[in-house]
């Protein structure tokens, strides 16, 4: 099934020069990259990128650690959208488990991430969860105009643009979409 993923190389990765790295290995796979941002996470988008964990007792060490403070505010990301056949287990097979302690040696997570002494995963990239996630954060994080294919319909209106479902809980199916012109 054709899937679409969001991959960011989280402050830590970009701090320690992962992130040629990482795209070298995404640019191994079939996986077509439609997407790419360099971005400074406010606290708003933290929030919302992790609403899913907002009761968690790591929460406020996350939202830290993901929009920068955790390195003296010197953190940006870089943020990929990445679309094609299987997506995600692709996706999340190259960055490894969540906790870096746990992945595959051989992944993102496990030759680069640790935890710190304060229990954040400092896990380096991230990679949605499964199709739904892939296309809320895909939506979050990108303006329809940026990104290359039409992956999700878009509405446009004097002369701004706009994701028609923003928080569009679909699966897409298919083959890879048509380029934009
Ligand atoms: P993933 O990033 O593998 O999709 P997730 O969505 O469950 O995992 O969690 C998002 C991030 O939150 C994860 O990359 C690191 C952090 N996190 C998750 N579980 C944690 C835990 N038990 N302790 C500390 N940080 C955690
Ligand atoms: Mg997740």
Same mark, same amino acid.
């Given at each position: 099934?054709?899937?679409?993923?969001?991959?960011?190389?989280?402050?830590?990765?970009?701090?320690?020069?992962?992130?040629?790295?990482?795209?070298? /290995?995404?640019?191994?796979?079939? %996986?077509?990259?439609?997407?790419?941002?360099?971005? $400074?996470?406010?606290?708003? %988008?933290?929030?919302?990128?992790?609403?899913?964990?907002?009761?968690?007792?790591?929460?406020?060490?996350?939202?830290?650690?993901?929009?920068?403070?955790?390195?003296?505010?010197?953190?940006?990301?870089?943020?990929?959208?990445?679309?094609?056949?299987?997506?995600? /287990? $692709?996706?999340?097979?190259?960055?490894?488990?969540?906790?870096?302690?746990?992945?595959?040696?051989?992944?993102?997570?496990?030759?680069?991430? /640790?935890?710190?002494? $304060?229990?954040?995963?400092?896990? =380096?990239?991230? =990679?949605?969860?499964?199709?739904?996630?892939?296309?809320?954060?895909?939506?979050?994080?990108?303006? &329809?105009?940026?990104?290359? =294919?039409? %992956?999700?319909?878009?509405?446009?209106?004097?002369?701004?643009?706009?994701?028609?479902?923003?928080?569009? &809980? $679909?699966?897409?199916?298919?083959?890879?979409?048509?380029?934009?012109?």
């Amino acid at each position: 099934m054709t899937e679409s993923i969001l991959l960011i190389v989280k402050p830590d990765g970009m701090i320690k020069g992962l992130a040629g790295h990482v795209l070298r /290995r995404f640019e191994e796979t079939d %996986l077509k990259l439609v997407g790419a941002r360099l971005a $400074k996470v406010t606290d708003q %988008l933290a929030a919302t990128h992790y609403h899913h964990l907002r009761d968690k007792p790591f929460f406020e060490e996350l939202i830290h650690f993901i929009t920068g403070r955790l390195y003296a505010g010197q953190g940006s990301v870089l943020a990929f959208a990445y679309t094609g056949e299987d997506a995600v /287990r $692709k996706a999340r097979a190259i960055a490894g488990a969540t906790n870096p302690e746990e992945a595959d040696y051989r992944s993102i997570r496990g030759s680069f991430g /640790r935890v710190t002494t $304060k229990g954040v995963f400092e896990n =380096v990239v991230h =990679v949605s969860s499964d199709a739904i996630e892939g296309e809320r954060e895909i939506k979050l994080w990108f303006h &329809p105009e940026e990104i290359t =294919v039409d %992956l999700f319909p878009a509405i446009s209106a004097g002369g701004q643009s706009a994701w028609a479902d923003p928080g569009g &809980p $679909k699966t897409r199916t298919g083959p890879w979409p048509q380029e934009k012109v």
